[in-house]
Structures are given as C-alpha cells and as structure tokens.
Nanobody, 125 residues
C-alpha cells in the first residue's frame, strides 16, 4: 500500500518561516513528480510547487521567491521551505506523489496519484 503523510504545519506570524515535510511509503514503486497543493477556507485547492524526479521544479506565481521545494529521492521525501509567510498563505497544505505502480505479475504499470491528509498552516497578521 502506498502511503503519503505530511508534517510540519503550525501557527506562525507573518514574516516567519515553516518547513513542511512529505514522507512517501512507495511500496517498491517509482516516485515521479512530487507536489505541494494548498486549500484556503472557501477556496479551491491550488498548486503551490512541484518537483520532478530529476529535480526541475515550478512554482505558483504567488510563492515564487519565498518558497522552495526540494526532495530526497533516497528517503522518498519532499520538503517545502516557506519563508516570508503572509496571512494569505494560510490553508491546509497537501502533498501529492505521482507514482508508476506495477499492477500485475507480468509487470504492467500505470501512473497513479496519491494524496496525504494535509497539514494546517496558519499565518497570523
């Protein structure tokens, strides 16, 4: 069973920093892209940052220059370093892992996305 778990959320004042972690139990499958999403109260879930297995990354315009996504392939971990936090960064942050999963004994595979349950980040003004 593949399992994704986020940690590191909390309450921080505006201008402060937090570091989120995402741990993936891949059950022997290959992890491709890893991404962070967030959902603010009353709003849709939105992409914050994503990183490919080879390390290239992309960011939402609203977090460029403040957030940094990284990953440790040996540990099946992803991180989101968040600096200069703003009240509008408040929300539940979710990690999504995209895996190539072996589906039968012949070795057939398909790409599947797995989500964690989220970690709450609250930025006070």
């Amino acid at each position: 069973q593949v399992h994704v778990a986020e940690s590191g959320g909390g309450l921080v004042q505006a201008g402060g920093s937090l570091r989120l972690s995402c741990a993936v139990s891949a059950n022997g499958n290959s992890i491709n892209e890893m991404a962070w999403y967030r959902q603010a109260p009353g709003k849709d879930r939105e992409l914050v940052a994503a990183i490919a297995s080879v390390g290239n990354s992309n960011y939402a315009d609203s977090v460029k220059g403040r957030f940094t996504i990284s990953r440790d392939n040996a540990k099946n971990m992803a991180y989101l370093q968040m600096n200069r936090l703003k009240p509008e960064d408040t929300g539940v942050y979710y990690c999504k892992a995209s895996l190539t999963v072996i589906v039968n004994i012949e070795g057939a595979s398909r790409n599947m996305d797995y989500w964690g349950k989220g970690t709450l980040v609250t930025v006070s003004s």
